[in-house]
């Protein structure tokens, strides 16, 4: 990146201002130099509208490098950029004129991930010396990321839930106050342990949710890995289960270990009773095999941080003794069938995106759907979306989900 066509700093700084400006350029220049191309091209040499494929790309740089281990290249530019910005800070109370100090100090702090102050640097030594286009440049290059990215908060504050690629939360389900509560507790403790240890809590190691079929497991596990940003790995008692003789532990093996490599990690094992059953001994040795994996993978837990298990069941009294007790799935919690406030609510978001007549009523169906669980009332509105469908091509009518479809549709499911 060439220098700034002004004046030299020595006509225009204090000794000290000068002496902390050059060693500020200095680690500038060296950090630079570490960069990839991609994260370093000057903003005068990005052409209009390709900012975002020179940040993709200088993204993929940091990306690749961290998959194959090779950071070091990342810590030593950033101390590079951390020792420039000192030196700048300290320059400039001597020369809080001097707009190429400004402009230097935006560099750094764009490099350093820090936008915001930086549009503030780069508008000041816009402002100090107008003429100057490379200035002009960063300001236009930093207010457009800064613009988009609150273009971007203000989309999620208005909560655009359609968005597949958002990441799950809390509001994506309905539980009790009291259920959701304890997750929440629970999520506190994975984001912060040292918090909780601070406050007397022994952070678990694994979880069990238990509860009916249908009641949102598996989306629990989910917003839990996403709320505390843990990469989500799943498995089932169809993948572990080999016919070869000990191919089923080291499947379980492999499994824990890709965790422990991509910690923070959620290992998730849906109907978790298929693969760690209470233990028989004789012909169910091959079985009982596969459970003691799992139970030695799990002691390794509090050595392996990072890595949590959650177990989903709706046969508890299914599982191994072992399995449940500290250390291992310490902390349990319920996912009941939701009540009748929990299928108003599930109803209301299931039928947000569909046109009903003026004589369904929210209300009413739930108070006739005592018993289901959130995928069947799933069920009842796609049902009662196929009725619609049939009834509108043979009979015509209305042309939304009616009463009648809804009552068919409940009569259906509750016949099997």
Request: proline letters at 6%; glycine letters at 8%.
């Amino acid at each position: 990146m060439s220098d700034v066509g002004t004046p030299s700093p020595s006509r225009r700084l204090s000794p000290e201002a000068d002496l902390h400006f050059t060693r500020g350029m200095l680690h500038l220049r060296r950090g630079e130099a570490i960069l990839p191309r991609a994260m370093s091209v000057r903003e005068d040499q990005v052409p209009p509208g390709t900012d975002v494929l020179m940040a993709l790309l200088g993204l993929a740089a940091v990306a690749t490098s961290r998959a194959f281990g090779q950071t070091e290249w990342i810590e030593q530019y950033r101390s590079e950029m951390r020792e420039a910005l000192a030196h700048f800070d300290r320059a400039l109370p001597l020369a809080p004129e001097f707009p190429e100090l400004h402009y230097r100090r935006a560099q750094a702090l764009r490099y350093l991930g820090e936008n915001d102050f930086a549009v503030d640097a780069a508008r000041r030594a816009a402002v100090l010396e107008p003429a100057n286009e490379e200035f002009a440049s960063l300001l236009r290059l930093l207010e457009t990321g800064v613009t988009r990215r609150e273009q971007q908060q203000a989309q999620q504050a208005r909560g655009h839930s359609d968005d597949p690629n958002r990441p799950l939360n809390w509001d994506d389900i309905v539980l009790p106050a009291r259920t959701k509560r304890e997750l929440r507790q629970l999520q506190l403790v994975l984001e912060d342990p040292d918090e909780a240890r601070a406050l007397g809590i022994e952070p678990p190691t694994g979880l069990l949710l238990y509860g009916p079929p249908g009641t949102g497991k598996t989306t629990v596990a989910r917003i839990l890995a996403a709320q505390t940003r843990a990469r989500f790995l799943t498995t089932s008692a169809a993948e572990i289960n080999q016919m070869w003789v000990g191919e089923s532990e080291k499947s379980v093996q492999k499994l824990f270990a890709e965790a422990r490599a991509h910690a923070p990690a959620v290992i998730f094992l849906d109907e978790i009773d298929a693969l760690v059953p209470i233990r028989a001994g004789g012909v169910h040795l091959y079985s009982d095999k596969v459970v003691n994996q799992f139970l030695h993978e799990m002691d390794g837990l509090v050595q392996n941080k990072g890595v949590f298990v959650i177990g989903a069941t709706n046969r508890p009294d299914m599982l191994d003794p072992a399995l449940i007790r500290g250390g291992r799935l310490s902390r349990q919690i319920e996912i009941p069938l939701p009540e009748l406030e929990g299928r108003i609510a599930l109803l209301q978001l299931m039928v947000r995106r569909a046109r009903l007549s003026p004589d369904v009523d929210v209300v009413t169906l739930a108070s006739q759907t005592e018993g289901f669980s959130g995928a069947d009332l799933r069920a009842l509105v796609n049902e009662a979306g196929f009725q619609a469908l049939i009834r509108i091509k043979d009979q015509g009518g209305a042309r939304a989900l009616t009463g009648e479809d809804f009552a068919y549709a409940i009569a259906n499911l509750r016949r099997g």
